[in-house]
């Protein structure tokens, strides 16, 4: 089923041997095309599908009653929303670019998987994916400032892109959705953006597209480690590998 889909090659890659691949294998589901900033999903409706991200990327928020927003994650290739007892969605749900997903019945899914191991277990590797991934941004909001944030993040972005082999890394979403998960303003970012790439760290060939120049150093700031990540960045020999 999986092979039916016109997805990006690069982003097929996070699907086939992952969980959302084996519940394609194993239950029928509805795709959907998405436009950017088009909605799928509301924070406290009633939660009927579990989501698969076939291609694309999608970001989750929540917003306070003033109207803040804040991103809880990004949702690339091969993620699923909606996973666990839950009545309804705990966050609201948009596309941020030209992505495509498949929805599941959730009762469908929990019956198979009282029956069915493989299913069974790709769901519990999505559940551990999604809180290694929260324990992670948890630690980045709790702890790190502002450029050790915008490092991790670049970070993250760049591991997310790693199954490609592509060493440019797209930043497919906005300054604006990029502060509003970090927890910072826009213009933070884009000073940090700067700042990384006059001090050698990575090389911004757009916009949205980036090259991580020296890695070490970049890890050594979003460890929080500046002693190190300053070393890093004065060091005459350019890092090719973390």
Do not use: Y
């Not at 959705?177 to 060939?205: K, N, P």
């Amino acid at each position: 089923m999986a092979a039916s889909f016109n997805a990006d090659p690069k982003q097929v890659a996070h699907v086939e041997g992952g969980p959302l691949a084996a519940l394609l294998r194993a239950l029928p589901g509805t795709t959907q095309a998405l436009a950017p900033d088009q909605h799928l999903t509301l924070e406290g409706s009633q939660r009927r599908t579990v989501i698969g991200v076939i291609s694309g990327t999608l970001r989750s928020f929540r917003m306070t009653p003033d109207g803040r927003r804040h991103i809880t994650r990004f949702v690339d290739a091969g993620g699923l929303i909606g996973l666990g007892k839950l009545s309804a969605f705990r966050t609201s749900t948009e596309a941020v670019t030209v992505s495509k997903i498949v929805s599941f019945k959730a009762s469908a899914l929990e019956t198979l998987m009282a029956r069915d191991a493989c299913v069974r277990d790709a769901v519990i590797q999505s559940l551990t994916n999604e809180l290694v991934a929260r324990d992670r941004i948890q630690f980045r909001l709790g702890r790190l400032w502002s450029d050790e944030r915008v490092a991790d993040f670049l970070l993250e972005r760049a591991g997310a892109a790693h199954a490609s082999h592509d060493h440019n890394v797209a930043l497919q979403m906005s300054r604006a959705d990029i502060a509003d998960h970090l927890g910072v303003t826009i213009e933070t970012i884009s000073r940090a953006l700067s700042r990384f790439q006059r001090d050698g760290l990575l090389h911004m060939s757009d916009a949205h597209h980036f090259t991580i120049v020296r890695p070490r150093a970049l890890a050594a700031l979003a460890e929080g480690d500046g002693v190190h990540a300053a070393q890093h960045a004065r060091s005459g020999a350019l890092e090719t590998t973390p």
